[in-house]
């Protein structure tokens, strides 16, 4: 046995998102959101799920803070619902919404916890949607003057900040294929929408600094490793496409200012003019990247397709697939945030969600002993120990999830939690599982015992 001690000062936390947990989804004057139509239509959601009560977070906050304070967590990471402040998405302020964010930020100042607050995690107001959603160019204008309410009214005490949670996944998802809200299926509209995106990313950084805040201001992207399936140069090129695509899209443009070559030449004309000086504001310097890791991926050329590849889901020896249906492969976080590092950028890095879907169901003394997402959590934290033993700048890492919540297209059929909800229970019992227990001691030692 060994005992792996992380740096003095990391930062242990857990994550969730708005639109995931908090339910209420018509009250206090909130307005529609994007996943609020999408997931009242039918088939989008498996089983017909709807987030309109989800974890009732709205409702549970104080017990839900009290969780986090049993848990031990030095940091809290959550999202902002953009249309419970301004429910037409632009002008009439909701003073009710943004109320709820202010008593949570002092519950946590309170309970000693580190709000990092995230701005965009996908629920667009559906009022702006109704005029073009991201791919229309206002959309950074909207953006901004949101993002101002909310630093005006919580920037004072929330030391971090994310202007985004995963952009790709709105754009490409929501966008091209069409699983995820708004449902739109063109790929041209999806990178107008990332374009926007990373304007939009770019304008608030500009803002908060304008603003004078001493806090500090990232972005959240979901990134993966990918590998040739051989060595030949076809499997290599495509490894390298869809590099570009999943990570390049966004870590090109905000470290390298320019989109990558490889793959505007690939998109060819589909890919869209954009104006002359979008390039410098979206590079603004940031002053932490954070990481969503899940998975790695092993490419081959094939010849269906835009990207004119395969892939399949990578997983390290010993290990399997998620309840999610992706590969566990720890090694590749170590790899990819050495890479990060060697390719992009040396500014401070945070696992902003990493962690297991897994359904383990309550023994007959009610106790959920997820020991699979113990095992699973216990490697991920020792390859992100290796890479700050090889100089990797990692600051914190934040657990995906707090609790069981409302997993988007998979509905409630998928549990990344810490913590139990029971779903079919009005008052949603919420139940630490043993993950919760083995996570409070690593927080409380700093330290894992591999
Ligand atoms: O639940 C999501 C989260 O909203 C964004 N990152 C991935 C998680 C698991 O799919």
């Not at 309170?110 to 607050?117: L, Y």
């Not at 629920?123 to 949607?129: M, V």
């Not at 490793?225 to 030949?232: A, G, N, R, V």
Request: hydrophobic share 40%; net charge negative.
């Amino acid at each position: 046995m060994t005992d792996l001690e992380f740096p003095q000062g990391f930062t242990w936390g857990a994550a969730t998102a708005a639109f995931q947990i908090e339910g209420a989804w018509d009250q206090d004057g909130k307005g529609e959101s994007i996943w609020d139509r999408f997931n009242h239509q039918p088939y989008r959601i498996l089983n017909g799920d709807t987030a309109d009560i989800a974890c009732d977070h709205y409702h549970h906050m104080p017990e839900d803070v009290a969780l986090m304070q049993d848990l031990g967590i030095q940091s809290y990471r959550f999202s902002i619902s953009w249309p419970r402040i301004l429910p037409g998405g632009t002008g009439k302020i909701e003073t009710r919404g943004l109320d709820f964010y202010d008593r949570l930020v002092d519950r946590l100042l309170a309970a000693g916890i580190t709000p990092m607050a995230t701005l965009n995690h996908w629920d667009f107001p559906q009022a702006l949607q109704a005029r073009g959603g991201w791919p229309n160019r206002d959309s950074v204008e909207w953006f901004t003057n949101y993002a101002q309410v909310v630093f005006e009214k919580l920037a004072d005490r929330v030391p971090l900040w994310a202007t985004h949670n995963e952009p790709f996944v709105v754009a490409l998802s929501g966008y091209a294929d069409g699983q995820f809200a708004p449902g739109i299926a063109s790929f041209p509209q999806a990178l107008r929408a990332c374009h926007h995106l990373l304007l939009a990313h770019g304008r608030t950084v500009e803002l908060y600094r304008q603003l004078g805040y001493d806090g500090q201001i990232g972005i959240v992207l979901n990134l993966a490793t990918f590998l040739p399936k051989t060595d030949q140069p076809q499997d290599i090129a495509a490894a390298h496409r869809i590099e570009m695509l999943i990570n390049g899209l966004f870590l090109d443009p905000i470290f390298r200012q320019q989109y990558p070559p490889a793959l505007v030449e690939w998109i060819g004309e589909m890919w869209p003019e954009f104006e002359g000086d979008d390039m410098h504001v979206i590079s603004q310097p940031i002053d932490f990247l954070g990481i969503n890791f899940y998975f790695g991926q092993i490419v081959r050329y094939s010849p269906n397709g835009l990207l004119k590849l395969r892939s399949e889901q990578q997983i390290d020896p010993g290990w399997g697939m998620t309840d999610k249906g992706w590969g566990v492969c720890p090694s590749q976080l170590t790899a990819l945030l050495k890479h990060i590092k060697e390719a992009y950028t040396d500014i401070p890095l945070y696992i902003t969600e990493n962690g297991l879907s897994v359904n383990t169901p309550a023994d007959q003394n009610g106790v959920i002993n997820d020991q699979a997402r113990i095992n699973y959590l216990r490697a991920h934290f020792q390859a992100a120990h290796q890479a700050i033993t090889e100089g990797v700048d990692l600051r914190g890492y934040y657990v995906w999830s707090l609790m069981d919540n409302f997993e988007w297209a998979e509905g409630y059929s998928l549990r990344f939690g810490l913590i139990d909800v029971d779903f079919s229970d009005p008052n949603r019992k919420r139940t630490p599982k043993a993950s919760f227990h083995w996570y409070r001691d690593v927080i409380k030692k700093n330290k894992i015992c591999t």
